[in-house]
């Protein structure tokens, strides 16, 4: 490996570093509580060097979410590649969800300023376009497994698959966080399931999918 290969190596380790350090000093001090100063002592780096990275505490919590949002495309590709009829895929995908909160409660709660995060951030068209790309990418294999279904007939031939695809994925980017503050609230919230959002969420889900199948 030549001198440029190494440094470009050492660069992307360490760019890592800073965002597993920024994911540590989150999870204790919350968002609005920490300070690039606190990323930076948690990284073991000068405050300069922290800077030739991120500029902002903005585009170190993008990344974050934009990591987070890469896991749970994972899990929903996973889910998809089953061997089942497609209105069964979907409700895997709503249950997904669900599983990734719980796995996964700091990335859920990064969606809580993922919209602040990309205004802030604007600078950053790299990672503003790597986002977005995540996003879509997880859209278009919902919309996917809905147009299969349309055609194996388990989903409803008046469905459109392109708002029913992005009305999904919005109710379900918008319920994660919420879920996991509400984990973070109350630590035994699996006990407490009659009375807590999970079971309103999956109440809301199986209605979505009683209404469109076929």
């Known amino acids: 490996m030549g001198i440029k290969e190494r440094k470009e190596r050492e660069k992307q380790q360490r760019r890592i570093d800073i965002i597993n350090a920024a994911e540590e000093v989150f999870s204790s001090k919350g968002y609005d509580n920490s300070t690039m100063d606190d990323i930076a002592a948690r990284a073991e780096l000068a405050k300069g060097t922290l800077y030739l990275y991120f500029n902002t505490k903005s585009e ?26 497609n209105i069964e895929k979907l409700r895997e995908i709503l249950a997904t969800c669900m599983q990734y909160q719980k796995k996964y409660p700091k990335y859920a709660r990064a969606l809580v300023h993922f919209r602040d995060y990309i205004e802030q951030c604007r600078e950053n068209s790299e990672m503003l376009e790597q986002a977005w790309a995540e996003n879509d990418a997880i859209v278009t294999i919902i919309r996917g497994i809905i147009q299969n279904g349309i055609l194996d007939k388990t989903i409803n031939a008046d469905i459109d698959a392109d708002k029913l695809a992005l009305a999904l994925w919005g109710q379900m980017s918008g319920l994660l966080p919420n879920l996991a503050f509400e984990r973070t609230k109350h630590p035994n919230i699996d006990k407490k399931l009659p009375e807590s959002s999970a079971e309103h969420t999956d109440y809301l889900y199986n209605l979505i999918i009683q209404g469109i199948t076929r």
Do not use: D, P
Request: proline share 0%.
């Open 60 to 85: 170190i919590c993008l990344t974050i979410a934009v990591r987070g949002l890469g896991l749970l495309k994972q899990m929903i590709e996973k889910t998809a590649r089953q061997s089942k009829k």
